[in-house]
């Protein structure tokens, strides 16, 4: 049953009813009576429009006008919506061609792109393996004629090399030679003795010597002559090299001429010469006896952020904030080969050789620790774990575990592993379990090395002191 309006006698599009007759009204023309009278229509009675009540219904269907009730009108009626349903199918279909011809052409893209992709994909898998199967063309080159470096002790400025030569087949077969007898020598592993001292402290000896300026205060670096644990080699911020003798308790050698911070040091096991890294971009060779730079290596475009000397004593590795690894021969101060991770594009934080020589590991900017062949001049492996730049990499001298970190080094036989920072810590290797600590150290521990058999060991730090421990 529909409504219908009391004054229209039509189906109302708003129906209201009046709480006053009862009766069912369209709002727009009640309202209106309304305003005119103010009374309610059918009985007269006073009503307003906040009285009308709406009424929710579904909407109504209007009648149809009488001149649509004959036979012509109806047929007409049917005619245009045949037309407007025609209309609108030609329409659809329209629509409908004009998708599939949009995903005809989407799925050809797709199955182009899947074409290229796999070409591109076996061009990549072949092309790695020629390179796995192929050695490195540079390091078959071999060596340039270049003049003689200046000798220990010579006057005048020492030579700048920065080009590659390549590696010759007769280096190559150099590191072969000497990798081959220190494998056989490093399984003869010697087990140094437990060394937990109670009153170990009583030993410790300071020496705050004043090595390195107190207006540009720190030591950042150290090393012990392998020959001669009483040679402690030190690089500072000062800018400087310091040789001291911990037996005589004296400086031997001050040497000068980076232009910035010395952040990496080095002293040769077999001759009086000690290298030297800064972020000048620069590596530097020198004489200790005769107190000088004997040659200036330019690899690295970027700072130097790490050194490691070869087993042979003949080569040097180094890395760089240039992304570059590179290895020198330190006789003629020739740069071999320079290598970088094209896909990583990160910093490499510091470098070390395994004791074999012919693998090495390097540190980035983005946690990763990534190990090297040498010969092949590839990356061989990777590990993951730290949460930020790694700072310091030690192989234990049996090659069997590399500790990873900041400054951290490994005794001669990987028994101990000594930490430095805050303060430093010795661990038993395996067990892994804290043995000793010392926190005599007023500012961060930079250097951490223990001396021949781990009779003792050597420290320095921002305090610009050096402190040994009887152990």
């Not at 078959?140 to 470096?149: I, W, Y």
């Not at 101060?333 to 594009?345: H, M, Q, S, Y």
């Not at 590990?383 to 090659?399: D, R």
């Not at 970190?405 to 395996?430: E, P």
């Amino acid at each position: 049953m529909s409504l219908v309006c009391a004054i229209s006698n039509e189906v109302p599009e708003h129906p209201c009813v009046s709480p006053v007759s009862n009766q069912v009204f369209e709002r727009r023309l009640i309202e209106k009576f309304i305003a005119e009278n103010g009374v309610d229509p059918m009985n007269g009675q006073p009503l307003s429009e906040e009285q009308l009540i709406d009424i929710k219904v579904s909407h109504p269907i209007r009648p149809k006008a009488p001149s649509s009730t004959s036979i012509p009108a109806i047929l007409k009626s049917l005619q245009d919506e045949w037309d407007a349903v025609m209309l609108h199918s030609f329409t659809l279909r329209q629509q409908l061609q004009t998708t599939r011809q949009e995903l005809s052409h989407a799925l050809y893209q797709h199955d182009a792109a899947c074409r290229v992709i796999a070409r591109l994909t076996k061009e990549v898998t072949a092309a790695r393996e020629a390179l796995a199967t192929l050695k490195p063309q540079a390091g078959l080159v071999a060596p340039q004629s270049v003049p003689t470096s200046q000798p220990a002790g010579g006057g005048g400025e020492p030579m700048e090399v920065s080009e590659q030569v390549g590696m010759s087949q007769e280096i190559i077969q150099k590191l072969q030679d000497k990798a081959t007898v220190l494998t056989t020598e490093r399984k003869k592993v010697h087990f140094l003795k437990y060394f937990c001292n109670a009153d170990i402290r009583s030993n410790m000896r300071p020496l705050n010597t004043g090595l390195h300026s107190a207006s540009v205060p720190g030591i950042l670096c150290m090393d012990l002559c392998p020959s001669d644990t009483n040679k402690v080699l030190t690089g500072g911020a000062d800018k400087n090299v310091v040789v001291f003798d911990k037996s005589e308790e004296q400086i031997v050698a001050t040497l000068k001429g980076h232009t910035k911070k010395v952040t990496s040091v080095i002293y040769h096991p077999s001759q009086s010469v000690v290298f030297s890294a800064s972020p000048d971009c620069t590596i530097r060779v020198w004489s200790v006896t005769a107190g000088n730079c004997v040659q200036v290596v330019r690899a690295h475009e970027g700072s130097v952020t790490g050194l490691s000397l070869h087993a042979t004593g003949d080569f040097l590795l180094s890395s760089s904030e240039d992304q570059y690894w590179a290895f020198s021969d330190i006789q003629t101060g020739r740069v071999l080969t320079k290598v970088t991770d094209e896909a990583a594009g990160v910093a490499l934080t510091c470098a070390q050789f395994h004791p074999d020589g012919l693998i090495f590991g390097t540190g980035t900017a983005d946690s990763q620790i990534k190990i090297w062949d040498l010969k092949e001049r590839t990356n061989v492996a990777n590990f993951p774990g730290h949460s930020g730049p790694v700072t310091s990499i030690a192989f234990s001298e049996n090659g069997y575990y590399l500790a990873t970190g900041g400054k951290t080094w490994l005794n001669k036989s990987g028994t101990y592993l000594a930490v430095g920072g805050s303060d430093i810590r010795v661990y038993i290797c395996k067990q892994w379990s804290e043995v000793l600590n010392f926190s005599d150290h007023s500012g961060l521990v930079t250097g951490v090395a223990f001396g021949e058999n781990a009779q003792f060991l050597s420290s320095a730090g921002m305090d610009r002191s050096l402190k040994f421990y009887s152990l």
